[in-house]
């Protein structure tokens, strides 16, 4: 029995079969855990790391045994997003942390599939098989979760990498991931089946890939011409004090909500209402200065305007009338404590063109209900305008619209001003080919060309009130991902089923089997 073991299992390390590779697994996973701390979309990351991460990573669950594996690669990717809400700076309880491991379980999805089914595929199935996997998971969280694609996407770790990221223009954000995952197991492959010819055949090509993707990147960013003068649009950004906007939401919290009588009456005393009007007239008289600067669109921060839902209807006359005054488009943002957080075009002739609400509020700490909304559409003489509100931009579906000017209000904080504007918001500006200014309250400011690039930033956590301009091009450039959607994500979905129904299927996957029964029955 032993000879015929040894004779199978020499024939199996022979094909590049993983299950009978040996190697320092714990070593692997302490290298690949400590790397993902450096590669979570965060304020500290490293680019880098999240291409060496999951070697490492991979490599552990290789050589691991099946249950050890999976247990192990759980533990390091829930740990991975609980370290990425620490670096937010949001506070980790109990529920955040549990929420955390289970999505390290979701994110272990491409794990589990390689480490189970990997070794009774060929060469290739064991190349694809994983990226596939990370792709698929990476979407389906984003489309189905609260969170969307604000965590684990590995997009949001080379987000600054303008060359490289202009693959999302043609097959969307997950494209990223899977080249990631593909590096991971290409990797292994050579790690596995050391040898020049798989250092040449199968590290070459990967390379290829990447020196070509990367190519077309420069080259799309090279070919974007220059605009003349009369094609862009000034565009300003404001953003109210933080000494009135502030207490403008004192008692708003989600300890509060749903509002009792006496929340409610917080919110609605003669003190409060002196403070909104305060906030609302300094808003209006910032609008007016910023579109005698030479402001044509003008856009305010996430809730700008806070008011009680009786004095909507008279501010919005306030602003309409502006409008019609200064000869421009106002998009005004109002926040009706515990209701709404929503957003209203007004143009130049003073007439309402949209009413947007926030379709997503951030999950444990926006205390107002979600609404089920499209992003709005509205054709200008300076190109197509469109809205979504903070959060909404973290899910890729939702801002896919065949637009000029993406006009995105936020608010944030600190530690994810930075993050959010530079390496969240700035994607879907690249997937759909669009310019986009994202008005951030306690945060950073940017306005974006179609390509990603910057064309203004400003910081907004000191205490002032601030107004940034910014010329943007009134045409958009079309891309193929706003066209098709994520067709290159729903490819990769069927892959990895096909593979895994493969690898069941194969006869070799009997054979391997027995002989992971016999080396089970020798360890014993």
Not at 109 to 122: H, K
Not at 257 to 264: E, K, L, N, T
Not at 287 to 301: C, H, K, L
């Amino acid at each position: 029995m032993v000879s015929t073991t040894a004779s199978v299992t020499s024939q199996l390390r022979a094909e590049g079969n993983v299950a009978v590779f040996g190697g320092p697994q714990w070593l692997w996973l302490a290298l690949g855990g400590a790397l993902s701390l450096l590669a979570v979309g965060g304020q500290w990351d490293i680019a880098l790391a999240a291409w060496v991460a999951p070697v490492f990573l991979l490599r552990y669950s290789r050589t691991s045994k099946p249950v050890v594996a999976i247990f192990g690669i759980a533990i390091v990717l829930g740990s991975q997003v609980a370290w990425s809400i620490f670096e937010a700076g949001v506070a980790l309880g109990v529920d955040r942390l549990a929420m955390s491991m289970a999505f390290g379980a979701l994110y272990a999805i491409p794990f589990i599939l390689d480490r189970v089914f990997a070794p009774r595929l060929g060469a290739i199935g064991r190349v694809f098989l994983f990226p596939a996997a990370v792709a698929a998971v990476e979407f389906g969280i984003a489309s189905l979760l609260p969170t969307g694609a604000s965590v684990g996407t590995r997009v949001n770790t080379q987000a600054e990498n303008l060359a490289l990221i202009q693959i999302i223009s043609l097959i969307g954000p997950y494209a990223i991931g899977f080249l990631i995952a593909c590096g991971a197991t290409v990797a292994n492959q050579i790690w596995e089946t050391p040898s020049r010819k798989a250092l040449v055949a199968i590290g070459g090509s990967f390379v290829a890939v990447l020196l070509l993707i990367t190519a077309y990147g420069q080259a799309r960013l090279a070919s974007a011409n220059p605009t003349a003068p009369g094609e862009t649009v000034k565009v300003a950004g404001v953003t109210p004090p933080q000494a009135l906007r502030r207490p403008a939401s004192r008692g708003v919290t989600m300890a509060n909500f749903p509002p009792s009588a006496q929340s409610r009456a917080s919110v609605e005393s003669p003190e409060m209402e002196a403070l909104y009007s305060q906030l609302q007239d300094g808003l209006l008289a910032d609008t007016r200065a910023a579109a005698r600067a030479g402001a044509r669109i003008v856009v305010w921060s996430e809730t700008g305007a806070q008011m009680l839902d009786a004095d909507k209807a008279p501010f919005l006359q306030r602003v309409s009338a502006l409008a019609r005054e200064e000869h421009i488009y106002i998009d005004a943002t109002i926040g009706v404590p515990f209701q709404r957080n929503e957003s209203f075009l007004i143009g130049p002739d003073g007439r309402q063109l949209w009413h947007y609400r926030k379709s997503h509020p951030v999950p444990g700490m926006e205390p107002v209900a979600p609404f089920k909304s499209d992003a709005p559409t509205v054709a200008t003489p300076f190109g197509r305008l469109t809205n979504v509100i903070c959060y909404d931009a973290d899910f890729p579906a939702l801002s896919r619209v065949a637009a000029d000017i993406m006009l995105l209000p936020g608010w944030d904080w600190p530690e994810e001003g930075y993050v959010h504007t530079m390496k969240v918001a700035r994607l879907r500006a690249v997937e759909n080919g669009y310019s986009m200014i994202r008005v951030d309250f306690n945060g950073v400011s940017a306005a974006f060309d179609p390509y990603g690039r910057t064309v203004a930033m400003q910081s907004t956590l000191r205490g002032d009130n601030f107004t940034m301009l910014a010329d943007l091009p009134i045409k958009g450039t079309p891309t193929l991902y706003n066209r098709i959607g994520d067709i290159f994500a729903w490819l990769c979905l069927t892959a990895a089923l096909a593979l895994c129904l493969l690898a069941v299927l194969d006869p070799s996957a009997r054979r391997l089997s027995e002989v992971e029964r016999m080396r089970a029955r020798q360890q014993a």
